[in-house]
């Protein structure tokens, strides 16, 4: 959740009314937003009265303003600057109606133009751009102008990988534009607060390594493996940006800028309109024609880069409709309101709705509320403005008693289990990297993994399909840990895996997994484990012959037929029993890897059935070497699920 700061006199200034704290923090409640907490911050360049004509720290203590810190919802990117929140505040409290937003003519009849060149579509494919003209700066707003660019690109940019923005000077430029893509070395520029040119590759080593610029040094990674980086350039080849790390110093931001050319660099071309429409609206009141832009016109030269908008004009800061049912409302909401006070509602959350018969909304949504998708959005926004202390609780319809799931209530038992006999519970993350996920396995990549479509990084690239590269990884983590004992790891989890019968295409499953590394590969260490598991499940084992079950010491000499019936051909709870075989897989050392499957004896399941359960082994050394794991081990994993059908 994004925090805003804003100093409270400029706030309640907009607002028009001087709140008491309480007041604010009721009418931050009343909003949907938080008051996380109140500041003092020096005014800068400022101390307190009776202070010398030198300022010297000695003639006074330093004069202070008050910072109110804001808790916004993480998709309200409308109020993550003091001009969207007082806005919205004003059309909340209705002492204004919501703005419209207006597209201006350009002045000599002709857009701007933007052309994209097929080089891009190597590195981020997609621009989308706007003009606001006329814009009036002050130190306070030149301030917020340049925070609301940081607090989008720290959230729905996702720090600059999928949008980055850049905002320009145009009366220092000379359109049209064009953005493309070159190979490093052919980049050279003056970077904004710089006074020398600069290579490509040098600039992005500065910023990874010097101090000074600590506050960029995760973004060059963004782009520096690429064979090309994207560059934006003016007729006269004078570059803009270089995204998404660094604006030229050429075009910078100044407070006696008039003419502001703002562009988005996106792999995502959906978030970018997001963006670009964001930094529309809320500076928008500052140009000439306070809540109008001029549009720029992009033009991709390879029309499949974009085939479902080859040439089109940015921004568009037309509002859509937005049909929401009253009834739907009063019954989401728990809510008792008509058509007409359902449209007064909506209305003061800047929706701008009106009634549709007598029992539906329609809200005129604007570019600024991107988080409104869906008929409960609106819903959502009508029992805010309503009051959520307004609502009457209610005791629910129908009476139910919650409980834990079956499959919770298995998995909590199991780890109490685990931990007795000496295991350390893991919790690994869900995400992994293909490499880890196969490779690193020995595994055939057979595109068997769920796979993400836009992975934040490298190591995270796929949904985990098994426990153990998880646990590996964390045994490599705590290898400063004691080791003569040996280090034993356990995780209960789901892992995901494609399934064409299921409506999303993939389905979880509950595994539980367990590791062991040290001086010994450790396979009794996991069989005894295993055994164990299987007697607190109740599920005896089903042995291939006699004489296995003798050497095990199932059965003992004397014993007799009545006994060794009962062992051979035991059956336990839910009419299941298990049996080991040999296995081989290539994640293990061969020879040393066996398979549990389930039986049945068709109390539970159809007696044919046999499952496979998983598998357990000494861990081959190739994959102990892959996880960095330097010790010797032996892993177990199995599912979980078929045990609920006792």
């Not at 506050?215 to 995204?243: G, R």
């Not at 306070?290 to 029309?303: G, I, N």
């Not at 006070?341 to 949504?365: E, F, K, Q």
């Not at 356990?490 to 590394?517: H, K, M, Q």
Request: proline share 7%; aromatic share 8%.
């Amino acid at each position: 959740m994004p925090t805003l700061s804003v100093e409270r006199d400029a706030l309640f200034e907009r607002l028009g009314h001087q709140y008491t704290l309480e007041d604010f923090e009721k009418l931050c409640f009343e909003f949907g937003i938080e008051l996380d907490g109140v500041v003092e911050e020096p005014i800068d360049g400022t101390v307190a009265s009776g202070a010398g004509a030198s300022g010297a720290a000695a003639a006074g203590p330093v004069a202070t303003k008050t910072v109110y810190k804001i808790d916004i919802a993480a998709n309200r990117y409308d109020l993550l600057s003091i001009e969207g929140l007082s806005r919205a505040l004003r059309v909340f409290l209705e002492k204004d109606p919501a703005p419209v937003y207006t597209i201006s003519a350009p002045a000599s009849g002709e857009h701007l133009t933007m052309t994209v060149e097929p080089s891009t579509a190597l590195v981020r494919p997609y621009i989308v751009c706007a003009v606001l003209r006329g814009v009036t700066f002050t130190p306070a707003s030149y301030a917020s102008f340049i925070d609301l660019q940081d607090k989008l690109h720290q959230n729905v940019c996702r720090h600059r990988r999928l949008v980055a923005i850049g905002t320009h000077d145009l009366d220092s430029l000379t359109p049209p534009f064009r953005y493309t893509a070159q190979p490093p070395s052919e980049i050279n520029f003056v970077p904004l607060t710089k006074t020398r040119t600069w290579g490509a590759a040098e600039l992005l080593e500065h910023y990874e390594t010097d101090p000074s610029v600590k506050h960029l040094k995760d973004y060059p990674q963004i782009i520096k493996d690429k064979p090309v980086y994207p560059a934006i350039y003016d007729s006269k080849d004078v570059l803009l940006s270089m995204p998404p790390i660094i604006n030229g110093e050429h075009s910078k931001i100044k407070l006696s800028t008039r003419d502001v050319l703002i562009e988005c660099t996106a792999v995502d071309l959906a978030k970018a309109h997001i963006v670009l429409n964001t930094m529309v609206t809320l500076f928008s009141e500052y140009a000439s024609t306070p809540f109008s832009a001029e549009q720029v016109r992009v033009v991709y030269e390879d029309a499949d880069q974009c085939p479902s908008a080859p040439s089109s004009l940015t921004p568009d800061l037309a509002p859509f409709e937005m049909r929401a049912r009253v009834s739907e409302i009063n019954e989401t909401a728990s809510i008792v309101v008509d058509a007409p006070t359902a449209a007064t509602l909506a209305s003061r959350m800047g929706l701008d709705a009106r009634t549709d018969g007598d029992d539906a909304i329609i809200c005129r949504v604007p570019p600024t509320r991107s988080d409104i998708l869906h008929e409960c959005d609106v819903i959502e926004d009508v029992a805010v403005a309503y009051g959520f202390n307004n609502i009457k609780p209610r005791l629910p319809s129908t009476p139910t008693c919650a409980a834990a799931l079956p499959i919770n209530m298995l998995s909590d038992k199991l780890r109490a289990a685990l931990a007795n006999m000496g295991f350390w519970e893991a919790l690994t993350t869900a995400l992994i990297s293909r490499k880890e996920c196969f490779e690193a396995m020995r595994l055939e990549d057979d595109d068997s993994a769920v796979t993400l479509s836009n992975p934040k990084s490298e190591a995270f690239q796929v949904v985990r399909r098994s426990l153990v590269p998880g646990l590996l990884k964390c045994i490599a983590a705590n290898r400063a840990l004691p080791t003569s004992l040996g280090l034993r790891f356990f995780e209960v989890s789901d892992v995901v895996l494609l399934d064409g019968e299921s409506d999303t295409g993939a389905r979880n499953e509950r595994r539980l997994a367990l590791a062991y590394a040290g001086p010994t590969a450790g396979f009794e260490v996991v069989q005894g484990a295993m055994e164990r598991l299987m007697r607190l499940l109740e599920v005896p084992r089903r042995w291939t012959s006699k004489a296995s079950a003798y050497a095990a010491g199932a059965l003992v000499p004397g014993s007799t037929p009545e006994e060794v019936e009962a062992v051979m051909n035991a059956w336990g709870r839910g009419g299941f029993a298990y049996r080991v075989e040999e296995n081989a897989h290539p994640s293990f050392f061969p020879g040393r890897c066996g398979k549990l499957v389930l039986l049945s004896n068709g109390e539970s399941v159809p007696a044919t059935t046999e499952i496979d359960l998983g598998a357990f082994g000494i861990v081959h050394p190739e994959v102990l070497a892959a996880f960095e794991v330097e010790l010797a081990g032996a892993v177990m994993e199995i599912n979980l699920e078929p045990f609920l059908k006792q």
